[in-house]
């Protein structure tokens, strides 16, 4: 009986190992930093999508994950695990008074925002998920550019 005991443990444990490896190779990792932030006041608030029509998203409600990070030297970096195969986008917000939302004049947001795949945002370049997603199929580092209005 101590033997089939032995023989049946083996087995769970070669069987969740090869589970765990299985998993680790489906997912990947996201890098996701900024500099050149006009400050060091607040936080960066990262926001990872992966669905059409979710962005732009003022209050980072339609997100897949969200992640918030100090500013050092007018940078910030966070890491986002466990990611699936997919196509995602990024945004940022650098949440100079820490209140979690976009902080906005009469039109414009008057914080730093950003958005994977823009370097400048007017009227005419829009973020959208489309234009912003990238596919992710590889632990990947990406560099973000704020915006300030």
């Keep these: ?6 023989i049946g443990g083996f087995f769970l444990i070669i069987l ?5 490896s299985r998993q680790s190779e489906d ?3 996201l890098t996701v930093r900024v500099e050149k932030l006009r400050n060091s006041a607040g936080t960066v608030k990262f926001g990872l999508y992966n669905r059409d029509g979710s962005i732009p998203d003022q209050s980072f409600k ?3 994950r969200v992640m918030s990070a100090e500013i050092v030297n007018c940078k910030s970096t966070v890491t986002f695990y466990n990611i699936p195969k997919g196509k995602y986008a990024v945004t940022i917000l650098h ?10 004049g009469i039109i414009l947001p008057q914080e730093g925002i950003g958005f994977s795949n823009f370097k ?3 009227l005419s370049n829009r973020p959208s998920f489309v234009k912003a997603s990238f596919d992710l199929k590889t632990d990947s580092d990406i560099l973000i550019q704020l915006v300030y209005m």
């Design 120 to 122: 400048t945002i007017d």
């Design 95 to 104: 949440d100079e008074n820490n209140n979690g939302k976009i902080d906005r």
């Design 16 to 20: 969740s190992s090869s589970s765990y």
């Design 1 to 6: 009986m101590i033997k089939y005991s032995l």
């Design 62 to 64: 339609k997100c897949y």
């Design 27 to 29: 997912t990947f990792s």
